[in-house]
Nanobody
């Protein structure tokens, strides 16, 4: 069993940077693909970025490709999302997920574990 707890969200201005963290319980997390998703107001949950178990392979959505960086520290059982040059459209609740049981790592349906989410609000 893995539990995920996100932190680091907040209210920022456009152009600012923010780093989200996702602390995981359970050693199994270290062997799982992990990802960040987000859900903006009135929108469906969307894929943001994913990272392989070792941290050497990452994949970003086109909407955040050059601005967000996903990383992990398996010694700390923690997943990160560094967000730079934030835009108004980045406003959303951000969720971390782990244990992709399917091949499409951009699909929320393949992840077995989810955190409760952390709110990121970007203002002009």
């Amino acid at each position: 069993q893995v539990q995920l707890v996100e932190s680091g969200g907040g209210l920022v201005q456009a152009g600012d940077s923010l780093r989200l963290s996702c602390a995981a319980s359970g050693r199994a997390f270290r062997s799982y693909t992990a990802a960040w998703f987000r859900q903006g107001p009135g929108k469906e949950r969307e894929f943001v970025a994913a990272i392989g178990w070792s941290g050497t392979t990452t994949y970003n959505s086109d909407s955040v490709k050059a601005r967000f960086t996903i990383s992990r520290d398996n010694t700390k059982n923690t997943l990160y999302l560094e967000m730079d040059d934030l835009k108004l459209e980045d406003t959303a609740v951000y969720y971390c997920a782990a244990q992709a049981v399917g091949s499409d790592i951009t699909s929320s349906g393949v992840y077995g574990y989810w955190g409760q989410g952390t709110q990121v609000t970007v203002t002009s």
